[in-house]
């Protein structure tokens, strides 16, 4: 697509439950990135796909995050047993292969409410 | 990690105004990217400027990789410039950013 698309936009849910948030990235880039932003704060890395596998899941706060991305395209960032403190924008961004590499597009975010 | 810090935190001009926000970093980076996240979340892509100077319209950016620090200009501005500006500088790839607390802009009529 023209641009990183991510659904829904935004996502209410009760503490306990679980959760799945998609990501679609621009056609064509490789690589493909998560990252969280809370309240008054910089976005923070959780994870990194280059083509199918996780290539970095250093970030991600513990295992209740997990992330896919079976096909090299799409990708689904799944919270389990959600939290109040998993409340956030979550946003994705993805990069193209060679010398575009290292600049992400971001798309517009899934913000997550956790009551 | 790389500690990131910008200044101002806060920032409130009138519009047509000229401004400069300053990204200071701990570390020796060959990668720094400035975003501009708008009042609706998107977050867009500026400036890919590990080092040099760039110039997109009436927004400039300058990185001394050397004196670990960057600075992003933004002249005349207009109340659409309005938003958080976010220095992320880093070593080697993207997803080795590190993202400052962020400028709060914001441009009066």
């Known amino acids: 697509g023209a641009g990183v698309s991510q659904t829904p936009s935004n996502k209410v849910t009760e503490k306990g439950k679980y959760v799945e948030l998609r990501c679609d990235p621009i056609?064509?880039?490789?690589?493909l990135y998560w990252y969280r932003q809370s309240l008054g704060q910089g976005p923070e890395f959780l994870i990194y796909f280059q083509g199918t596998g996780a290539a970095d899941d250093s970030g991600l706060p513990n295992d209740r995050f997990f992330a896919v991305r079976p096909e090299g395209s799409v990708s689904t960032l799944k919270i389990q047993r959600t939290e109040r403190g998993d409340s956030a924008m979550y946003l994705c961004a993805s990069s193209p292969g060679g010398a575009g590499a290292n600049v992400l597009t971001f798309g517009a975010g899934s913000r997550l409410t956790v009551l | 990690g790389i500690q990131v810090e910008q200044s101002p935190p806060d920032l409130i001009l009138q519009e047509g105004a000229n401004s400069t926000l300053r990204c200071n970093f701990s570390?020796?980076?060959?990668?720094l990217q400035w975003f501009h996240q708008n009042p609706w979340g998107q977050l867009i892509n500026l400036f890919y400027i590990p080092s040099g100077t760039k110039q997109n319209g009436r927004l400039s950016a300058t990185t001394v990789a050397t004196e670990r620090y960057s600075l992003l200009y933004i002249s005349s501005s207009q109340t659409t410039d309005s938003g958080v500006y976010f220095c992320a500088p880093g070593k080697g790839s993207a997803r080795q950013l590190t993202f400052g607390s962020g400028t709060q802009l914001t441009v009066l009529p």
């Open positions: 570390d020796s980076v060959n990668n």
């Open positions: 056609s064509g880039h490789t690589a």
